[in-house]
Nanobody, 126 residues
Framework: QVQLVESGGGLVQAGGSLRLSCAAS????????MGWFREAPGKEREFVAA??????????VDSVKGRFTIPRDNAKNTEYLYLRMNRLQPEDTAVYYC?????????????????WGQGTQVTVSS
């Protein structure tokens, strides 16, 4: 059974940092692109960042470029996806979701996210 479990959210002041983690299990996630999305109150879920199965290519929404990075660790028995968030701003406040592609080895331009975690809350105070 595919399972994605996020952790690491919390309350932080503007300008601070957080690292979100997504523990992936139930299949060999090192073969699949993965990404982070977020949903703020009253807004639609939006794409934040994505990384290919190999880690060789990444993509970010413009609003987080230069502040967020999306490393992944495929070496452990439980594979991990991370979202390192620096210089956080109140507009980054949202529930953050980890997601995974359903088809292996696809480039980011063809990724379809079919597996989702339950989300972790990030709140940035001004």
């Amino acid at each position: 059974q595919v399972q994605l479990v996020e952790s690491g959210g919390g309350l932080v002041q503007a300008g601070g940092s957080l690292r979100l983690s997504c523990a992936a299990s139930g299949r060999t996630f090192s073969r699949y692109a993965m990404g982070w999305f977020r949903e703020a109150p009253g807004k639609e879920r939006e794409f934040v960042a994505a990384i290919t199965w190999s880690g060789g290519n990444t993509n970010y929404v413009d609003s987080v470029k230069g502040r967020f990075t999306i490393p992944r660790d495929n070496a452990k028995n439980t594979e991990y996806l991370y979202l390192r968030m620096n210089r956080l701003q109140p507009e980054d406040t949202a529930v953050y979701y980890c997601a995974a592609d359903a088809v292996p080895y696809r480039p980011l331009s063809h990724t379809s996210y079919d597996y989702w975690g339950q989300g972790t809350q990030v709140t940035v105070s001004s």
